[in-house]
């Protein structure tokens, strides 16, 4: 796990806040079964770690974490 820094945490806030659709482009989990590249959801939060809390459309809630999982925002 990557520790993520308080600039970098804040940043992360900004950009994505709740109610922001994310996009997952990877994630770092092999006991993942229900989240696949291409999988959209929307933001709850961002917790002190970095992790982004994402209430997934197929419902899963599987947090995307920092420095491992990758999301894009949907503009």
């Known amino acids: 796990m990557v520790n993520i820094g308080r600039l970098a945490l804040g940043i992360l806030r900004e950009k994505y806040t709740a109610g922001t659709r994310v996009e997952l482009v990877h994630m770092s989990d092999s006991y993942n079964t229900a989240l696949v590249p291409g999988a959209k959801g929307t933001v709850v ?12 459309d197929c419902g899963s809630s ?5 420095g491992e999982d990758v999301c894009s ?3």
């Open 62 to 66: 599987l947090g995307i974490v920092y």
């Open 73 to 75: 925002k949907i503009e």
């Open 45 to 56: 939060a961002v917790d002190d770690i970095g992790t982004i809390h994402v209430r997934w």
